[in-house]
Structure formats: C-alpha cells, structure tokens
C-alpha cells in the first residue's frame, strides 16, 4: 500500500487526503489480525503489562538570528547548536532515545524473546528530525514498523500533530491536529502503518472535561478511526460515585455527553498513577503487574492489564536506566504468565473471548456528575454555562478547564499573553476558509495549517513568559501572513 508523498510545495504533508485516510482505516477495521501472530497463551496469563513511550520536541523560530524571518527548526536542532544554554547538553541523547527502539526491539526479537511497547511520537518530532538530516532515525522507526516480523511488537499510538492539549485548544483545531497527523505518519510509514493505529495517546494526557468539548474529543477520535483512548485515573470519575475508577486495571468506555443530548463514547485504557519517568525507566508497571489475579468482566475470565506512558527521553533514569531495565524486564517477562503485551493486542484478545463493549464499566470525564446533577443533556449551551458558573462560585477549586497528568496543571490559567494570539489566528484561519472555500490541498491553506498547528504545541504554554512565549505569538503572526493577512 502506498506512502503519501512527504512534502508538497516544501511544506510537510498535513492535509488533502482525509477521504483516503477514512477508507483505508475503514477497511482495515473490525479484525483481530494481532492474534494471528501472538505466541501468547491468554488461558494460562495471570496479569499482563503495556508501557508506551512518549516522545515530542516542538518546531521554534529559531534558524536564524531574527525572529520574523527564521526558519523553522526543530527544538532537538536548536539544543545541538546551543550545546551550552540551559540543560541543551542533554540533546544527544534525547536523539538516542528517539532513535533506540529500533535497535533494541530487533535485538530482543532475535533472541526469541517477546518484547512488546508502544510509541507515541509528535509531528513536530518528526518533522524536525527530517528537517535537522536525522534520517537514521526515521529509517530505524520505519524498520520496526513496516517488516512483519517486528510488528506484533510495537504498536504506535496517534497524537496530535503539535502536541496541542485537547481542554485548551478549540475542538475544530484539535481536529486538524489529529489528521495532520495521520497524514504525516502515512507520508513517512505507509498507509497500511497507518491502518494498524487504533489507540490515541493524548499530549499531556489532557482531557478535557468540559462537557461540549469532552464530546467533541471523543466523537473525532471515533471519526477519524481511533478505537480506544488512554485516560489518566485521576481524569476522570465513575458516574454514579464521582469517584476514580475502582476498577483501573480493566478496559473502560469513557462516555462523554454534551449540552445539545449528544453522545459520544470511545473504549478507553486507564493510565494509573501520576507522571513520573521512574515508574516507566524502572519498569514498576510489569512489577505491579505480577502482584494481580485474574479477574472477570462480562462473566468471562481475563488477565487484569496494568497500563503506563511515560516521556521516553526526558530526566536521567529515562536516558540511562531504562534500556537495561527494559531488556531485563523482557527477559523475566518472555514465556511467563505475567507477559508484556500491547493494547490493542489485549483489546483483541478480550472480544475473542466475547467481551464487548457493553461489558466495560463506564466512565466520565472529572466533576461531570456534579454538572448532570443539575442539567439534563439537551438543556443547552446557555444552561450549561450558568450551572458552571453556579458550581466554580459555591466552590472555587470546580473548574472545566480539562485534566492531565497533574491535577495542579491548568493549561488555560496565566497564559492570556499566548492563548489570546492563539485564538485570534484560529479564528482569522477558520473565517477565511470559510469566507473563500480555501481547500485542504492548496498553498495557502498548507502554509496557514502548518502554521496554526505550531504555535498551538504545549510548551509556548508550559513554560509561561519569555522566549517560548514569543516562538508562540510568532507562530500566530505567521497564520495572519500566510492567509494574506500581515500583523
């Protein structure tokens, strides 16, 4: 199957192709090719563990000395020309870390081993090791991807193309964000590589809990093909307690409803515990793991599934101490009843033995239930609005502005300076297509989208004032300029 072209116009591939993206996925749905080849067991497997790894570098302004005309550059090229500003020494090996799994995958498969991981790479990665010549490491990502015998092994996870948090970008935004990448990965894999990615990772593990743009989350997942989600426990609550899900070792449905009566609903796995390199490096999750029974769900046995992300490059013990630990950890693993697997691999086995989705206990997005508590869907917008601002007044620590990996991060709070640009070159980019019919696959659009999606990535947030902020507003501009319209 073929490979949309990398670039057009020298731009990278972020849109044009969505009805062809659509019918290949659509075609490639509704088997359980995985357990063809799976070695497993599943009668005998007590408890099962799947780790993904995270990886994301944004694309800055910064390829030359002024900031209205530089070209854009990766963030991990910038670190290797700056060897000496801030922690840039560290770039080296955030390039081995990009690149390493598909040296060691291989590896471990050679010796007849049964490594399993799952990889969650950003588009502004990919671009800017393509635009810094890392060729190697592309090809080494395409080696594991595309020869069958690696493929059982690593499963890749979709993302949004700019690393953009779902609660704090508008959900038409967030939706190119999430075709840009498929037409990104299907330019540098295939599209057959394409048509195997059922599982999404969100960037920060954001999601959003408003509830018109929870529903707008989930139903373009579902649009755009994606079967399942990862959810951090903390992020959402079982509807009739309020509570974390009492249950995170088994597949959930996360159900997401908005003010209008729409429902949108999507099989999701729960990520347990916060944030930390460690838990991943030091491969906690398969250690847990062993310490679980079999339990049932749908009055069928099944192996409990302990799920962990984790950035793959970022902090010491992620650089150094994971690859050991990893290939021990595979080692041990390999053959016994506490195997390392995959997500979608376990979701296959699960409906092989007749679980369905209607098994799954249900979950909702954080502090939903005390929203429905006083609306009913379908009560409207406005509604939905005044119950809001009710509940943030009777208690100020109520919010909608989403969950991630850390309950004290808001990604709206403190960020005006950026997200007000933000929102003007959204705005100006939706109302030009709409007043001009401007189309996916022309000049003008590709330069704006590339644009837009940029400037919305994570860090011009993360990191508040200074530089970052203003690789951000600059960004913005470059929307504003490239619809014809100089700020």
């Known amino acids: 199957m073929p490979f949309l072209p990398e670039t057009v116009d020298g731009l990278p591939n972020l849109s044009g192709s969505d009805g062809l993206i659509d019918h290949v996925i659509a075609e490639a749905r509704g088997g359980a090719a995985l357990l063809d080849s799976s070695p497993f067991e599943w009668d005998r497997i007590r408890s099962a563990c799947a780790v993904a790894l995270h990886m994301h570098q944004p694309l800055v302004p910064a390829g030359g000395g002024d900031l209205r005309t530089a070209p854009l550059i990766g ?51 990919f671009l800017g090791l393509r635009i810094q010549g890392a060729h190697e490491t592309i090809d080494l990502l395409r080696r594991i991807t595309l020869e069958p015998r690696y493929r059982r092994a690593v499963e890749w996870l979709g993302a949004s193309w700019g690393h953009a948090v779902a609660p704090s970008t508008p959900p038409a935004d967030f939706r190119l964000h999430v075709r840009a990448w498929q037409h990104h990965f299907a330019a540098l894999f295939g599209l057959e590589a394409l048509a195997r990615v059922r599982g999404f990772s969100p960037a920060e593990m954001a999601l959003p809990n408003h509830p018109d743009v929870a529903y707008e989350f989930v139903r373009t997942l579902r649009d755009c093909g994606y079967e399942w989600v990862l959810v951090q426990e903390h992020t959402v609550e079982d509807p009739a307690t309020g509570r974390p899900p009492q249950r995170p070792h088994v597949p959930h449905r996360l159900v997401c409803r908005s003010s209008s009566g729409a429902t949108a609903s999507i099989v999701a796995l729960v990520k347990t515990q916060g944030s930390d ?40 013990v992620m650089m150094n101490e994971f690859p050991p630990k990893y290939v021990e950890v595979v080692r041990a693993a390999t053959r016994s009843d506490v195997p390392l697997v995959n997500g979608s691999e376990y979701l296959d086995h699960l409906r092989s033995v007749g679980v369905t989705d209607t098994d799954l206990p249900v979950l909702q997005p954080l502090y939903q239930g005390r929203i429905w508590s006083r609306m009913q869907p379908g009560d409207g917008p406005a509604r939905l609005a005044a119950v809001i601002a009710e509940l943030h007044a009777e208690d100020s620590r109520f919010h909608v502005e989403g969950g991630s990996w850390t309950g004290d991060r808001s990604w709206v709070r403190s960020y005006a300076s950026v997200l007000g640009p933000m929102e003007a070159a959204s705005a100006r980019f939706h109302e030009h297509v709409a007043s001009t019919g401007l189309a996916p696959d022309e000049p003008r659009y590709r330069a704006a989208l590339h644009a837009l999606l940029a400037s919305q990535t994570s860090c011009y947030r993360y990191w508040g004032e200074g530089a970052w902020t203003d690789y951000g507003r600059e960004l913005c501009r470059r929307v504003h300029v490239a619809l014809g319209q100089e700020t």
């Open 75 to 125: 963030n991990l090229q910038f670190m290797l020309e700056h060897p000496h500003v801030g922690d840039n020494h560290d770039a080296p090996a955030f390039l081995g870390c990009y690149a390493r799994m598909g040296e060691i995958v291989p590896g471990l498969l050679e010796e007849g081993l049964e490594p399993r991981v799952m990889l969650d790479y950003s588009g502004t990665l």
């Open 277 to 316: 390199g460690k838990l991943v490096a030091q491969m906690q999750p398969w250690y847990e793991a062993r310490s679980l029974e079999r339990t049932t769900l749908g009055g069928r046995s099944m192996p409990p599934l302990v799920t962990q992300i984790s950035d793959g490059e970022n902090g010491g």
